[in-house]
T-cell receptor, first 114, second 112 residues
Framework: DGGITQSPKYLFRKEGQNVTLSCEQN?????MYWYRQDPGQGLRLIYYSQIVNDFQKGDIAEGYSVSREKKESFPLTVTSAQKNPTAFYLC?????????????FGDGTRLSIL | GQQLNQSPQSMFIQEGEDVSMNCTSS?????WLWYKQDPGEGPVLLIA?????ELTSNGRLTAQFGITRKDSFLNISASIPSDVGIYFCAAGRGGGADGLTFGKGTHLIIQP
C-alpha cells in the first residue's frame, strides 16, 4: 500500500546528543515536510523540500537539519542546539501542481528527553 | 507568519448531537482543507475545498469554503463515539510547497 512511514514511533534523546527521525514515502510525491506539534499549538513547519537536493526553512528551523538525497526520503535531525526538543514530530508529503494539493501525513515520532 | 483562527478550541457534546466548527483568517486563501487527528497518530484528510462558495460532503461531514475566501466551516451530523479527536483546518494560496497554514485545532469530546 502507498503511504508515509515514520520511524521510530518513540525516541529518547540524551543531553547534547543529535538524533535522526526517518520519513519515507512511496506515493511518488514531489514535496515533503516536517512539522512539530506541541499540545494546544497546532502544527508548526520546520523544513520543507520541493525537489531532491533542495530544501527550505520553515517557521521554526533553528536546531534542526534535513537532507533530501532521494525523492522518497526526507530525514530530520534534531541537533543538540535544539534546547526544547520534546514534541510530536510529523512528516508529510504532497504533489506539486498549480493549486495546493492536500498533504498526507505519517503517524509521527514522539521525541522525549532522558 | 499567517494565522488561522479556529474555534471552538474544544467541544463537549453528547452522542447523536450535531457539531459545527469554523476557521477564519484576515487573509484570502484559495484552498481550504479539513483534517482529523486521533491520539498518537498523524492527521488524516477529511475534505478538500478549492472554490469559493463550494459545499462538499463526506458521509456525515459537510464543509464549506466561505464566499469571501477568508473562512471555512465543518459540520458533523449525528456524532458517534469514533468522531472523538482533534480537527484541524488548513489553508493555502496555491502552487508552492510552503503554502499551507494550519489552525490550532478543535478538540471534540463526546460524553456518554
Amino acid at each position: 500500500d502507498g503511504g508515509i512511514t515514520q520511524s521510530p514511533k518513540y525516541l529518547f534523546r540524551k543531553e547534547g546528543q543529535n538524533v535522526t527521525l526517518s520519513c519515507e514515502q512511496n506515493l511518488n510525491h514531489d514535496a515533503m515536510y516536517w512539522y512539530r506539534q506541541d499540545p494546544g499549538q497546532g502544527l508548526r513547519l520546520i523544513y520543507y523540500s520541493q525537489i531532491v537536493n533542495d530544501f527550505q526553512k520553515g517557521d521554526i528551523a533553528e536546531g534542526y537539519s534535513v537532507s533530501r538525497e532521494k525523492k522518497e526520503s526526507f530525514p530530520l535531525t534534531v541537533t543538540s542546539a535544539q534546547k526544547n526538543p520534546t514534541a510530536f514530530y510529523l512528516c508529510a508529503s504532497s504533489l506539486l501542481t498549480g493549486r495546493n494539493q492536500p498533504q498526507h501525513f505519517g503517524d509521527g515520532t514522539r521525541l522525549s528527553i532522558l | 507568519g499567517q494565522q488561522l483562527n479556529q474555534s471552538p478550541q474544544s467541544m463537549f457534546i453528547q452522542e447523536g448531537e450535531d457539531v459545527s466548527m469554523n476557521c477564519t483568517s484576515s487573509s484570502i486563501f484559495n484552498t481550504w482543507l479539513w483534517y482529523k487527528q486521533d491520539p498518537g497518530e498523524g492527521p488524516v484528510l477529511l475534505i478538500a475545498l478549492y472554490k469559493a462558495g463550494e459545499l462538499t460532503s463526506n458521509g456525515r461531514l459537510t464543509a464549506q469554503f466561505g464566499i469571501t475566501r477568508k473562512d471555512s466551516f465543518l459540520n458533523i451530523s449525528a456524532s458517534i463515539p469514533s468522531d472523538v479527536g482533534i480537527y484541524f483546518c488548513a489553508a493555502g494560496r496555491g502552487g508552492g510547497a510552503d503554502g499551507l497554514t494550519f489552525g490550532k485545532g478543535t478538540h471534540l469530546i463526546i460524553q456518554p
